[in-house]
């Protein structure tokens, strides 16, 4: 269970997170959603490392994750995959997903092979570019090997920033899919944060709502994507 | 045509060390942002070590092997000393702009030659002294003519080939090679693999300081030993980066060579004197031409 408290993110005295509070049960899609500067990519780059929380816990079951190093929290089973379909571009799509398991090489080296075949199988199409450059991918290419990356350390948690933003309407529905397959059949824990609101809530088990770095709503996502009200207000349609 | 296969082959030994020295540069560059003035320095001292060694009445090659290991040390010790202490702390109001995070540490490198330099004088004295090498400088010779390579060329060619080929293998068949490709293209993608971006950084700093090492070791006994023998060869190898490509390996090996043969092809057919001014024009011929490096890629910015 990812448990969330009072957590504060500050940069040069803005406060991007106004000491949030949520959990995230395991083995479950919890969403979150927001405007635009809501403080969902800061949030989980917070929970990843890559910002330092001011204050608050996050805790990933009895780890405290705030004074960890980004690349212990990687190593303890959590993964991010970053916004804007982070991948290496200069690297081939082979390298980006052993650069993904290049630490358990020495401690689970089986695992490692099997782990990169199942990401090939998942997406198909990377093992068919596997020596090509990562740049020379599609958006939506992109997005899969990224989310290959992160797969193949085997993560308990995963954290998908809009994994959705700037891909047709098509593949972003594809992607999240499998994510949702992924996380029905291995228990894989998923916090996803989404501009699109309707895609994130139809998939996901529970939603956080998050106005300008404070909770606007916590409840389960059918609850949230069925209220009116609220989306009128909060997202504006 | 002699004198063209005396220019060819001398320049090919000369471009070797060029090259290790620019690879040694492009290392430190690529892995961490800091062009390392130091960098000969350190390779300066780790040749004394080795003379030291030699003069003690150990074999040349026991002496070659502590080098480069010390040279491996002095650059893991220069980034964990150093480099590192410099650039973490962020709360510093000095380290707040983008500009002083680069420049901090290129100034502190001067520091470090300087320390270096003043260290050596003080163990070892200023005067110069010789650096020996396993082979005789003299002309191969088969049967009476004599061929336009020397046995110390080959031998500096052959060593550099060596060290080229393991850092190939290293950099493209190696997790540990691809980790430090990864953390100097995308250092934020490669800690959210898990990787110590940090500990590559450092192993980038000893790859670095053992080439250099090498590089002067290489050198030496053509140019004798001094604190200040090899400032030279920093400019040279800085230069053959910068054609080459600061962010490319491979073309920092390429502009080593390159200016291998210029320097060498000017030697011969010119006159000694003119070696610098070659060099100044070659390097605002490459600028002009192609600014990026020969191997070099254009900053691709997404909008």
């Known amino acids: 269970m990812l448990a969330i408290k009072n957590l504060t993110t500050e940069f040069a005295s803005v406060k991007a997170l106004n000491g949030i509070s949520f959990q995230a049960k395991p083995g479950l899609i919890t969403t979150v959603i927001g405007a635009n500067g809501a403080g969902k990519s800061t949030l989980l780059r917070t929970i990843s490392g890559l910002e330092k929380a001011t204050s608050g816990s996050i805790k990933w079951f009895d780890e405290e994750l705030t004074q960890m190093s980004v690349e212990s929290i990687v190593r303890s089973g959590i993964a991010q995959v970053p916004e804007g379909h982070a991948v290496i571009s200069q690297l081939s799509v082979a390298e980006n997903i052993e650069l993904g398991g290049l630490f358990r090489k020495r401690i689970a080296r089986g695992d490692l092979a099997i782990a990169t075949k199942e990401v090939y199988e998942l997406f198909p199409i990377l093992y068919e570019r596997r020596n090509e450059q990562a740049g020379s991918l599609s958006g939506g290419e992109r997005q899969m090997l990224a989310i290959s990356r992160a797969l193949v350390s085997r993560p308990k948690l995963l954290l998908l920033d809009e994994p959705s933003l700037g891909l047709a309407p098509l593949i972003s529905a594809q992607i999240i899919s499998i994510v949702n397959g992924l996380c029905r059949e291995t228990g894989l824990t998923v916090l996803l944060v989404e501009q699109n609101a309707n895609t994130a809530l139809a998939v996901a088990d529970h939603g956080i709502l998050l106005a300008l770095g404070e909770v606007a709503a916590d409840m389960p996502a059918s609850e949230m994507a069925a209220d009116s009200a609220l989306r009128a207000a909060y997202l504006g349609y | ?303």
Not at chain 2, 6 to 23: K, N, P
Not at chain 2, 126 to 148: C, D, H, Q, Y
Not at chain 2, 195 to 222: M, Y
Not at chain 2, 276 to 281: C, K, N, Q, S, W
């Open chain 2, 1 to 303: 045509m002699n004198s063209f296969l005396t220019a060819f082959f001398s320049g090919t030994a000369q471009g070797a060390i060029y090259a290790l020295v620019s690879l040694g540069l492009v290392l430190v560059w690529r892995g961490a942002g800091v062009v390392n003035f130091a960098q000969m320095g350190q390779a300066m001292f780790t040749t004394y070590i080795a003379s030291q060694m030699i003069q003690h009445n150990n074999s040349y090659w026991s002496a070659f092997v502590v080098a480069l290991i010390c040279g491996a040390l002095l650059g893991a010790l220069v980034d964990l000393a150093i480099m590192r202490p410099l650039t973490s702390r962020k709360n510093s109001q000095l380290l707040n702009s983008q500009s002083m995070r680069t420049t901090i540490p290129v100034i502190a490198s001067l520091g470090i030659l300087g320390v270096l330099k003043a260290l050596a004088g003080i163990l070892w004295a200023g005067e110069e002294r010789g650096f020996p090498s396993p082979v005789a400088p003299n002309a191969i010779k088969i049967g009476s003519t004599n061929l336009a390579i020397t046995g110390f060329d080959l031998f500096v060619i052959g060593v550099v080939f060596a060290a080229l080929v393991l850092t190939t293998i290293f950099f493209t068949k190696t997790g540990m090679g691809l980790a430090m490709r990864a953390s100097a293209l995308n250092p934020e993608v490669t800690r959210l693999s898990g990787i110590r971006v940090g500990s590559v950084r450092t192993l980038g700093w000893a790859i670095s300081g053992t080439a250099s090492s090498l590089a002067g070791l290489l050198v030496t006994p053509r140019t004798n030993l001094s604190p200040n023998t090899l400032d030279l060869l920093l400019i040279v190898g800085f230069t053959a980066a910068v054609v080459g490509g600061l962010s490319s390996l491979a073309g920092s090996v390429l502009g080593g060579f390159i200016l291998g043969y210029v320097i060498s092809f000017v030697n011969v057919y010119s006159a000694p004197e003119n070696v610098f001014i070659a060099i100044l024009v070659f390097l605002l011929l490459a600028l002009f031409l192609r600014p990026q490096g020969i191997l070099g890629s254009k900053e691709v910015r997404r909008v």
